[in-house]
C-alpha cells in the first residue's frame, strides 16, 4: 500500500532467515506440531549466574541511566585486556566502541565506511546482514565464494581478481557462520600482503572465535601494518550466552571510532548501562563456563556430523569452530530451499537453506548444534526418515 512512499534505500535491507524459520516453526509449534529447533544461531545454555548477578546488582546500584555514548570506561578497559590476553592485539580505550549487540558494530562500521557506490567483497554463503547493509549503504556488493574443496576458506586469489579501484572494504568471518571454516595464519598474511598500500579496510567479525576446537584464535589486525586498517566486531551473545542481553564492540582507529560514535548516538544514544557492568564480570570473571560450553559443543558436533555423514546422498566437513553444520545434500538430487521446506512441515524438523546465506550456499543446509543431544539424535533420525521418503518419491 505505502510501497511507492518509502525510502529507497529500504529495498536493500532483507530479513534474516534464521528468524523467518523461527517464525514458521513457532506458527507449527502454537498449532500443536512439535517442533526440533536447528534454525536459529543461539547457545542453549544460560547466561553465567556472575553475569547475571552483576547485571541485577547494577540495576539495584541505579546503572539505569545514559551513560558514555562509546561506552563506559571500565568496560572499554576490560574489553582491551580481554582482546590483548585471546587474540594478542594491543589496543586503547579511545579505539573501542561498545554497541547495542555485534550487529550494530556491523551496521555502523559499513554505514561509516562505505560511500554510494564503492565495493565491498564478503563471503559467500556469509552472515546475511553482510550483503544487505551493503545495500542499505548504497555500496555494491562483491562476493567471493567459499568452496568446500577449500574447507570454505577464502581463496585469495579469487579475492584478489575481485578488487578494483572502488574496493573499500573487505569483510572476514572467522570462524564462519554459516560454513563453521576458520582462516589460517597464512590465509591472513596472503590477505595482508594483497591489499598492502591500498587504501582498503578489513571488517573482521569475530564473534565466534572463542568457539574454536583446535588450534588458536587468528586475527588479521595482529599483523604488520593491520590494526589501523581493521574494524574487528565482537561481542558477548555467543561466547557468555547473552544474546538477549544485546552488548558487543568494535574496534578500530580512534578517528573511525569517534564517526561510529557519532552514528550511535544519533540512533541509540548509547548501549544499555546495567549491561555494560554485566560485560565487565563477563571478561573479568571466571572464564571456566566457555571451556565447559566449547567442549559441550564439541562433542554435538561429532555426533551431528557423524549422523550427517552415514546419510544417502549427504556428506559434511567438521567445522573448526562456531556451532553449526553445513552438510552437502547435492547428492540426494534435492534443491536445498525444497529439502528445508519439506522437513519443516512435513518432519518438523526447522533447519536452514544453504542458499539464504547467498548463492554458493546451493546444496547445502545449515544446522546449529546449540541444542541438546536428546535434540540432536532425534532431528537426526527425522532427517533420515524424511529424506528417503523424498528421494524415492522424486524417483
Same mark, same amino acid.
Given at each position: 500500500?505505502?510501497?511507492?512512499?518509502?525510502?529507497? *534505500?529500504?529495498?536493500?535491507?532483507?530479513?534474516?532467515?534464521?528468524?523467518?524459520?523461527?517464525?514458521?516453526?513457532n506458527?507449527?509449534?502454537?498449532?500443536?506440531?512439535?517442533?526440533?529447533?536447528?534454525?536459529?544461531?543461539?547457545?542453549?545454555?544460560?547466561?553465567? @549466574? =556472575?553475569?547475571?548477578?552483576?547485571?541485577?546488582?547494577?540495576?539495584?546500584?541505579?546503572?539505569?541511566?545514559?551513560?558514555?555514548?562509546?561506552?563506559?570506561?571500565?568496560?572499554?578497559?576490560?574489553?582491551?585486556?580481554?582482546?590483548?590476553?585471546?587474540?594478542?592485539?594491543?589496543?586503547?580505550?579511545?579505539?573501542?566502541?561498545?554497541?547495542?549487540?555485534?550487529?550494530?558494530?556491523?551496521?555502523?562500521?559499513?554505514?561509516?565506511?562505505? =560511500?554510494?557506490?564503492?565495493?565491498?567483497?564478503?563471503?559467500?554463503?556469509?552472515?546475511?546482514?553482510?550483503?544487505?547493509?551493503?545495500?542499505?549503504?548504497?555500496?555494491?556488493?562483491?562476493?567471493?565464494?567459499?568452496?568446500?574443496?577449500?574447507?570454505?576458506?577464502?581463496?585469495?586469489?579469487?579475492?584478489?581478481?575481485?578488487?578494483?579501484?572502488?574496493?573499500?572494504?573487505?569483510?572476514?568471518?572467522?570462524p564462519? =557462520?554459516?560454513?563453521?571454516?576458520?582462516?589460517?595464519?597464512?590465509?591472513?598474511?596472503?590477505?595482508?600482503? #594483497?591489499? @598492502?598500500?591500498k587504501?582498503?579496510?578489513?571488517?573482521?567479525?569475530?564473534?565466534?572465535? *572463542?568457539?574454536?576446537?583446535?588450534?588458536?584464535?587468528?586475527?588479521?589486525?595482529?599483523?604488520?601494518?593491520?590494526?589501523? @586498517?581493521?574494524?574487528?566486531?565482537?561481542?558477548?551473545?555467543?561466547?557468555?550466552?547473552?544474546?538477549?542481553?544485546?552488548l558487543?564492540?568494535?574496534?578500530?582507529?580512534?578517528?573511525?571510532?569517534?564517526?561510529?560514535?557519532?552514528?550511535?548516538?544519533?540512533?541509540n544514544?548509547?548501549?544499555?548501562?546495567? #549491561?555494560?557492568?554485566?560485560?565487565?564480570?563477563?571478561?573479568?570473571?571466571?572464564?571456566?563456563?566457555?571451556?565447559?560450553?566449547?567442549?559441550?559443543?564439541?562433542? *554435538?558436533?561429532?555426533?551431528?556430523?557423524?549422523?550427517?555423514?552415514?546419510?544417502?546422498?549427504?556428506?559434511?566437513?567438521?567445522?573448526?569452530?562456531?556451532?553449526?553444520?553445513?552438510?552437502?545434500?547435492?547428492?540426494?538430487?534435492?534443491?536445498?530451499?525444497?529439502?528445508?521446506?519439506?522437513?519443516?512441515n512435513?518432519?518438523?524438523?526447522?533447519?536452514l537453506?544453504?542458499?539464504?546465506?547467498?548463492?554458493?550456499?546451493?546444496?547445502?543446509?545449515?544446522?546449529?548444534?546449540?541444542?541438546?543431544?536428546? =535434540?540432536?539424535?532425534?532431528?537426526?533420525?527425522?532427517?533420515?526418515?524424511?529424506?528417503?521418503?523424498?528421494?524415492?518419491?522424486a524417483?
Amino acid at each position: 500500500m505505502f510501497d511507492h512512499l518509502l525510502a529507497n *534505500r529500504l529495498q536493500g535491507l532483507a530479513g534474516e532467515a534464521a528468524f523467518k524459520m523461527l517464525a514458521a516453526a513457532n506458527r507449527l509449534e502454537a498449532q500443536g506440531k512439535k517442533i526440533i529447533h536447528f534454525e536459529i544461531g543461539e547457545p542453549d545454555f544460560p547466561t553465567a @549466574k =556472575n553475569i547475571v548477578a552483576a547485571g541485577k546488582k547494577a540495576l539495584d546500584d541505579g546503572f539505569t541511566t545514559y551513560c558514555q555514548s562509546q561506552g563506559i570506561i571500565k568496560l572499554r578497559e576490560a574489553i582491551a585486556e580481554h582482546v590483548f590476553q585471546y587474540k594478542g592485539i594491543k589496543t586503547e580505550v579511545d579505539e573501542i566502541v561498545v554497541t547495542p549487540g555485534g550487529k550494530a558494530a556491523i551496521f555502523y562500521t559499513i554505514c561509516v565506511l562505505v =560511500n554510494p557506490g564503492e565495493e565491498v567483497i564478503y563471503p559467500n554463503p556469509g552472515f546475511p546482514a553482510y550483503s544487505s547493509v551493503i545495500r542499505y549503504a548504497g555500496g555494491i556488493p562483491v562476493p567471493v565464494d567459499l568452496r568446500e574443496e577449500n574447507d570454505f576458506r577464502l581463496d585469495i586469489n579469487e579475492l584478489k581478481a575481485k578488487i578494483t579501484s572502488k574496493t573499500k572494504l573487505i569483510i572476514l568471518n572467522s570462524p564462519s =557462520n554459516p560454513t563453521g571454516s576458520a582462516l589460517t595464519r597464512s590465509d591472513l598474511e596472503a590477505l595482508a600482503d #594483497v591489499i @598492502k598500500g591500498k587504501d582498503i579496510f578489513v571488517m573482521s567479525d569475530e564473534i565466534y572465535d *572463542r568457539i574454536l576446537y583446535d588450534g588458536k584464535v587468528e586475527s588479521i589486525a595482529v599483523l604488520p601494518g593491520m590494526k589501523d @586498517k581493521t574494524i574487528i566486531v565482537d561481542g558477548f551473545s555467543k561466547a557468555y550466552c547473552m544474546t538477549g542481553w544485546r552488548l558487543g564492540y568494535g574496534i578500530m582507529h580512534k578517528e573511525i571510532a569517534q564517526n561510529v560514535t557519532r552514528l550511535l548516538i544519533n540512533s541509540n544514544s548509547c548501549t544499555t548501562h546495567f #549491561v555494560q557492568i554485566a560485560g565487565i564480570e563477563a571478561l573479568t570473571g571466571p572464564q571456566d563456563s566457555v571451556g565447559r560450553m566449547t567442549e559441550e559443543y564439541r562433542r *554435538r558436533r561429532d555426533v551431528i556430523v557423524d549422523g550427517l555423514n552415514a546419510m544417502d546422498g549427504i556428506t559434511c566437513r567438521n567445522p573448526k569452530g562456531a556451532f553449526y553444520a553445513f552438510p552437502n545434500i547435492t547428492g540426494t538430487g534435492l534443491k536445498s530451499s525444497q529439502v528445508a521446506d519439506y522437513l519443516l512441515n512435513e518432519a518438523g524438523v526447522a533447519l536452514l537453506d544453504g542458499s539464504s546465506f547467498g548463492s554458493a550456499g546451493e546444496g547445502y543446509l545449515r544446522l546449529s548444534y546449540a541444542t541438546s543431544m536428546d =535434540n540432536i539424535h532425534a532431528g537426526l533420525e527425522k532427517i533420515q526418515k524424511a529424506l528417503r521418503k523424498m528421494i524415492s518419491t522424486a524417483k
